[in-house]
């Protein structure tokens, strides 16, 4: 950009029709704010500054907008007396040296906005006089919006908001999308002279077109084809369909990027997600928040992944993951919780119907059944028998436990926290680990098996469980006595 750009985002709107505590510029579309699409976008064009105007919930906004954008400059207009008066309150609160070259102004409900539509758009500006180029639409049904009046000759005269419209004027189908740029010392000259005499009785930003044509400066209008970049969401109707299309719009780039996606209706990616070549997603995926996908991975169907990043040739099936790590040509699910803190290695395994959380679980190590492992570290093969439970709470405080290497632990066992089972040792079925195992030892905790003999005949005589045990012991007497001696160990 040859000219020094400083931008100007509209946000003090009331947003009421979101019936919302939420203000509506913070609502989220893809992972992030409708104020955070139009800053995002923005900041492509690397301005000087940029001033957002806020007024209605403005506490919310500004913390907002500041935590995006720590070097925004806050404007705040106490009531929302029009787009000129927003602007002018914008410029009051800019450093005269920063009221050079070119000011852009856009709104900050419109979360389509891409930064190369309005870098395309100061170009075309830039290679002008135009004391005002406006960023415009041809649209089938131009209601609600201010019309782009030209003459003859083409050369734009004015906007004319809808309600001050002749009927003529109202026909005319294309619109300001509310998208400007201006000469910045126009703009300076021109905001002490916009009025309030009109439907609304507001200060419209939009009558500067008027007043530079007075001064005897042009102004210029170029349509954008894609018009949704430039529109609004006002309820949560229109935020939805809004967010379908952005959706939609990072699906289709990740598709042409290599991206196998079977079902783009019942997939949603976040504008922060980044996926490798040859990823497939299943149907039912959603991609949250910085997930990131490694090559050949295979995701889905019906898992929900926030902040999680997923290994190359990883298999992830109906699962769902916060800030999780999964290694390359591991396996997830069907199935699992996979909770903050969970690290897989490569080729690990986390199984059906586990829940993890702070476990560091090694290379080609497998929790594959019915478990839950959290605060743990597990070392590389080892095998976590079925049901087993990593009892980290004792009721005030979490403590860690450590697996070591190739470590065979028997099913439905429970590591009372703080534990430390050595590596290559073993753990009988139903063990209570409660001290540390050295490595090597097999640990069983659970009592000798005993068995009571004919307990069913002498306690349930004449139940349908005692003749079956008689039965059972008239065969056997035949082949030989049945003992009541206990099992071996
Ligand atoms: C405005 C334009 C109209 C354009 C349309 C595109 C004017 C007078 N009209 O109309 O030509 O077609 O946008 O959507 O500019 N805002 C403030 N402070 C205010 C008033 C508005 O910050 O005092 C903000 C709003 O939060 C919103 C934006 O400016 O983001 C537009 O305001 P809105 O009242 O919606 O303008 P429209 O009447 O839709
Ligand atoms: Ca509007």
Redesign the pocket.
């Known amino acids: 950009m040859s000219s020094q750009v400083t931008v100007i985002v509209?946000?003090?709107?009331g947003g009421t029709r979101m019936k919302s505590k939420t203000a509506k510029v913070l609502h989220p579309i893809a992972g992030r704010s409708m104020v955070g699409h139009v800053l995002a976008a923005v900041s492509e064009l690397r301005p000087s500054s940029v001033v957002t105007?806020v007024?209605h919930q403005r506490e919310q906004v500004a913390a907002h907008v500041r935590e995006l954008l720590p070097e925004v400059v806050l404007a705040v207009?106490e009531s929302?007396?029009?787009?000129g008066?927003?602007v002018r309150v914008a410029w009051e609160a800019l450093p005269a040296d920063e009221r050079t070259g070119t000011v852009l102004i856009a709104?900050?409900?419109t979360p389509l906005l891409e930064g190369e539509s309005l870098a395309a758009f100061l170009a075309a500006h830039a290679q002008t006089d135009h004391a005002i180029s406006i960023l415009s639409g041809r649209v089938a049904d131009p209601r609600?919006?201010?019309r782009v009046i030209r003459d003859d000759a083409g050369d734009v005269t004015a906007?004319v908001?809808e309600k001050d419209a002749t009927s003529e004027q109202a026909a005319v189908d294309e619109?300001?999308?509310?998208i400007l740029a201006f000469d910045a010392d126009f703009l300076d000259s021109a905001l002490g002279r916009i009025g309030n005499d009109n439907a609304k009785g507001?200060f419209?930003?939009?009558d500067t077109v008027a007043i530079a044509r007075a001064d005897g400066r042009t102004v210029g209008a170029y349509p954008l084809d894609d018009v949704m970049q430039t529109e609004?969401a006002n309820d949560r109707a229109q935020l939805a369909v809004l967010a379908a299309e952005k959706n939609r719009r990072i699906l289709e780039r990740w598709m042409r990027d290599g991206v196998t996606i079977i079902d783009p209706a019942s997939t949603w990616i976040d504008v922060d997600v980044t996926l490798a070549e040859d990823v497939t997603i299943l149907p039912g995926v959603q991609l949250l928040g910085t997930t990131a996908v490694a090559e050949d991975a295979v995701v889905g169907p019906d898992c929900t992944l926030k902040d999680c990043e997923i290994g190359a040739g990883a298999r992830v099936v109906r699962t769902h993951g916060e800030l999780a790590v999964i290694g390359a040509d591991a396996n997830v699910g069907p199935f699992s919780y996979l909770r903050p803190g969970t690290e897989l290695g490569e080729g690990g395994k986390i199984g059906a119907f586990v829940e993890t959380k702070n476990a560091q679980i090694g290379d080609g190590a497998k929790v594959p059944h019915l478990s839950y492992v959290g605060d743990a570290s597990i070392g590389e093969g080892t095998n976590i028998g079925a049901g087993a439970i990593f009892a980290n709470y004792d009721g005030v405080n979490k403590n860690r436990s450590t697996v070591g290497k190739q470590v065979k632990t028997g099913v439905h066992n429970s590591f009372v926290a703080p534990v430390t089972i050595g590596d290559g040792a073993a753990t009988g079925a139903g063990a209570v680990i409660r001290a540390d195992v050295p490595p090597g030892a097999l640990a069983v905790s659970s009592p000798a098996q005993r068995h009571y003999g004919d307990w069913a005949q002498r306690k349930r005589a004449g139940t349908a469980q005692a003749a079956a045990a008689e039965a059972a012991a008239a065969c056997e007497n035949e082949d030989g006595p049945a003992g009541d001696q206990s099992p071996e160990e």
């Open positions: 509209l946000a003090a709107g105007v007024g207009q929302q007396d029009g787009t008066h927003a709104y900050a409900d609600g919006y201010g906007i908001e619109i300001n999308s509310g507001e419209y930003l939009t609004g």
